[in-house]
């Protein structure tokens, strides 16, 4: 058994994600390919019983290079298993996470693939206010901040929403999929 783990980061959230993913589905006795999608021109996917494909969403978009590989790789996906999977911040919060689930992962399941995904994984952000962003990423993230003080939560200091337990259980689920 063999899977492709691919990722679109913008500031290394996604990357992580994508990385104890390969590490988990590895441990669980499958050979994992870990591949960045910036940049990534072709990427044969016949050797693979499994692709997984995942992004960060920065204003609501994911990565062009994980797009790119699921528009580029449509039909050679129709039979693969494969899973989607994000990390947003609609997923840090209860009243989002549907939305997030719908915007993020149905939506793009149903443009870019012909065949219902195995899995769709919706992981929390990280929120880092000292990370270096672009001037649109800053004004979204005023609000976001002004959000988080109400909840009573110090801006000043990164916060990790990603809970590591469910992505590694995730990951062991991909894993079985193919183990069966």
Same mark, same amino acid.
């Given at each position: 058994?063999?899977?492709?783990?691919? =990722?679109?980061?913008? =500031?290394?959230?996604?990357?992580?994600?994508?990385? @104890?993913?390969?590490?988990?589905?590895?441990?669980?006795?499958? @050979?994992?390919?870990?591949?960045?999608?910036? $940049?990534?021109?072709?990427?044969?996917?016949?050797?693979?019983?499994?692709?997984?494909?995942?992004?960060?969403?920065?204003? $609501?978009?994911?990565?062009?290079?994980?797009? #790119?590989f699921l528009?580029? &790789?449509?039909?050679?996906? !129709?039979?693969? +298993?494969?899973?989607?999977?994000? /990390?947003?911040?609609?997923?840090?919060?209860?009243?989002?996470?549907?939305?997030?689930?719908?915007?993020?992962?149905? &939506? !793009?399941?149903?443009?870019?693939?012909?065949?219902?995904?195995? %899995?769709?994984?919706?992981?929390?952000?990280? =929120?880092?206010? +000292?990370a270096k962003?672009?001037?649109?990423?800053?004004? /979204?993230?005023?609000f976001i901040?002004?959000?988080? @003080?109400?909840?009573?939560?110090?801006?000043? #200091?990164?916060?990790? =929403?990603?809970?590591?337990?469910?992505?590694?259980?995730?990951?062991?689920?991909? %894993?079985? /999929?193919? &183990?069966?």
């Amino acid at each position: 058994m063999k899977a492709l783990v691919a =990722y679109g980061t913008r =500031y290394g959230t996604a990357a992580e994600i994508a990385e @104890e993913i390969a590490r988990v589905i590895k441990d669980e006795g499958i @050979e994992v390919d870990l591949v960045d999608a910036r $940049g990534l021109k072709d990427c044969d996917v016949s050797p693979y019983d499994l692709v997984v494909v995942g992004s960060g969403i920065k204003i $609501g978009k994911w990565t062009k290079g994980s797009l #790119k590989f699921l528009q580029n &790789n449509k039909s050679a996906l !129709v039979a693969k +298993n494969v899973a989607l999977f994000v /990390t947003c911040g609609a997923a840090n919060d209860e009243k989002t996470r549907a939305e997030g689930q719908e915007k993020y992962l149905d &939506n !793009v399941a149903k443009e870019n693939l012909v065949n219902e995904p195995v %899995a769709m994984g919706l992981f929390g952000s990280k =929120y880092d206010p +000292n990370a270096k962003h672009g001037m649109m990423y800053k004004f /979204t993230m005023r609000f976001i901040k002004k959000d988080l @003080e109400k909840k009573g939560i110090d801006t000043s #200091k990164p916060i990790d =929403y990603r809970d590591w337990d469910e992505i590694r259980a995730w990951a062991c689920s991909l %894993a079985d /999929t193919l &183990n069966q």
